[in-house]
């Protein structure tokens, strides 16, 4: 007998619906359970305090600032060159064996495991470069990690602007950067903007690419200047997590809850961002 | 006294690839004068356009054979720039592309990419455009409001007024009135006869009754070969060569 279409419809639908639900479980579950466990270390004085007794008691503040430093600086080292390559594939490079090896390239090096980003960092800028264990290292390797996120979303971000509005501004006697400037990347702009904040929050949050080039154990003062090292939340959370014995479970989960709250607001930032542009978009 | 070239075309075909799209058209197109360019589809009118400002530059793997001379000058000379060349040969599209902007930075779009254009310089640019491209009444209390929320007619008479602004000596109009509605479409070809008077224009119109309404010079084109080419009274009324016959009376195409 044939099951009635109608029949294989709604089972199809559940099925589906379910899928969707259960993706959200998870995330829920775990925003939940952090903020249940951590809540209660949340103060002032744990956001604004150095750390004190071995980690023991204080504050996270120099976990904190590490982080947002290293944040700047891995969008001021990958935002202009991967944009400019984004920008570079999309409206100049013609179809050739070299722009496909570099977008080879690229997608193979989003593929890298994070802690070969922080290897090659060690080797190349603390070494060689001699930049020590520093903010300036930590950047440039966090950076190089972010590049491939924003090449790609730059460039399809521009590959989406309709090819009508460039042929309308070379007909207007309009310079292909013209065109980009004046209309294509502003189209773009939306796209591009969650590209860079989705891959900056991805850095925020890694540990292995610090970890040998800028991530302090224990560092209870602000860093000096881009040569200093510094402590940075996600080493900060591994190591009170496992490096520290007696450690208060309430300051893990703190930390951890800061850390997400710092990742999930730039991700905010990210959609609306992306809303405010949508809206004025009129194609 | 015979009219004065502004464009000539010397054995001139377009490759797409290894597709021959134009092939061998010799022209000479008037200042002053309203071309139009008549035949079946496929039959290379929009190529032969493209050609004349370089837009056919931008085909991948386009190929151009034989000579095109603006005022006398060859157009892929090396030194001359495409971008001026295309502030000198605007063109009005099928569909009316306005950007993604309000509807005064769409008619300064052209001239504010060179330098040293003032403000006011531009508004008086931007409506003398829209003046001429008989929109100016529809719009002048919206100027920086989107152009993308104007009707098609209006944007159809936006793109013309921004193709305008670039103070053109030619202007190239590729069916630009196919979409729209009888009362613009007669706007449109109103404004054309206007322009005349000190612009050479060529246009693919988009039936052969716009052609002999505006046309004083008619080129028929098929599969990409120049068939005929006269005064429009001359094609329409004693054509030459049977297939031009066979296409104006519709019994093709
Ligand atoms: N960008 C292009 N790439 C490849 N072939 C093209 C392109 N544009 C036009 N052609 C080809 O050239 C021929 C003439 O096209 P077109 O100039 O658009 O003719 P018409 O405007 O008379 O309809 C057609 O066979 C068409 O397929
Ligand atoms: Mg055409």
Redesign the interface.
């Known amino acids: 007998m044939r099951v009635p279409r109608y029949t294989t419809q709604k089972v199809a639908f559940g099925i589906i619906t379910a899928a969707a639900v259960g993706v959200v479980i998870p995330l829920v579950l775990v925003i939940a359970y952090i903020v249940v466990q951590g809540i209660g270390a949340i103060s002032w004085e744990f956001i604004s305090a150095m750390p004190r007794s071995g980690m023991r008691e204080g504050g996270i503040l120099p976990a904190l600032v590490g982080t947002i430093w290293l944040t700047i600086g891995t969008a001021v080292t990958s935002i202009p060159f991967g944009v400019g390559a984004g920008i570079y594939l999309s409206e100049y490079a013609a179809d050739n064996s070299l722009t496909r090896t570099i977008r080879l390239a690229i997608i193979n090096l989003a593929g890298v495991p994070s802690v070969v980003y922080g290897l090659f960092g060690l080797g190349l800028f603390v070494i060689f470069l001699r930049f020590g264990m520093s903010i300036v290292a930590g950047s440039l390797t966090l950076g190089i990690m972010t590049l491939p996120v924003i090449i790609s979303t730059t460039e399809q971000a521009l590959a989406s602007v309709p090819q009508?509005?460039r042929?309308?501004?070379?007909?207007?006697?309009?310079?292909t950067w013209?065109g980009i400037r004046?209309?294509t990347l502003?189209?773009a702009l939306p796209g591009i903007i969650t590209g860079v904040i989705l891959g900056l929050e991805r850095a925020a949050g890694e540990t292995a690419p610090i970890l040998f080039t800028v991530a302090a154990f224990y560092l209870p003062r602000l860093p000096h200047s881009a040569l200093d090292q510094t402590m940075a939340l996600p080493y900060h959370l591994f190591v009170i997590s496992t490096q520290v014995p007696g450690m208060p479970i309430q300051i893990q989960y703190g930390t951890a809850l800061v850390l997400m709250v710092f990742v999930l607001t730039m991700n905010l930032l990210a959609t609306l961002i992306r809303r405010y542009f949508r809206r004025r978009?009129?194609? | 006294m015979p009219p004065t070239a502004k464009i000539v075309l010397e054995d001139v075909s377009f490759y797409y690839g290894q597709e021959p799209a134009l092939q061998h058209v010799s022209l000479e197109i008037a200042d002053k004068e309203i071309l139009a360019i008549i035949g079946p589809g496929m039959s290379a009118k929009s190529t032969l356009l493209r050609i004349l400002n370089r837009l056919s530059d931008l085909a991948t793997e386009g190929r151009l054979e034989g000579r095109v001379l603006l005022d006398g000058k060859d157009i892929h000379d090396p030194d001359v720039s495409v971008t001026q060349l295309r502030t000198r040969v605007g063109v009005v599209f099928a569909v009316p592309v306005p950007l993604p902007l309000s509807i005064w930075d769409n008619v300064a779009y052209g001239p504010q990419l060179r330098r040293g254009v003032s403000k006011s310089e531009l508004d008086s640019l931007v409506e003398k455009s829209l003046r001429a491209a008989a929109v100016w009444d529809e719009v002048e209390d919206r100027l920086h409001e989107p152009a993308m929320a104007l009707s098609g007619g209006q944007q159809q008479r936006v793109c013309l007024a921004r193709v305008l602004a670039l103070e053109p000596e030619v202007i190239l109009l590729d069916e630009p009135c196919s979409g729209l509605d009888p009362i613009s479409t007669m706007k449109v070809e109103e404004a054309l006869l206007t322009l005349k008077k000190d612009h050479c224009i060529v246009i693919v119109p988009h039936n052969v009754q716009q052609a002999s309404r505006i046309g004083d010079r008619v080129a028929f084109l098929m599969g990409g070969e120049l068939v005929e080419h006269g005064s429009a009274e001359q094609v329409f009324t004693k054509p030459r060569d049977s297939r031009t016959d066979d296409y104006i009376t519709g019994r093709f195409g």
């Open positions: 009508s509005f042929i309308v501004n070379a007909s207007l006697g309009g310079t013209q004046k209309v502003r189209q978009r009129q194609w």
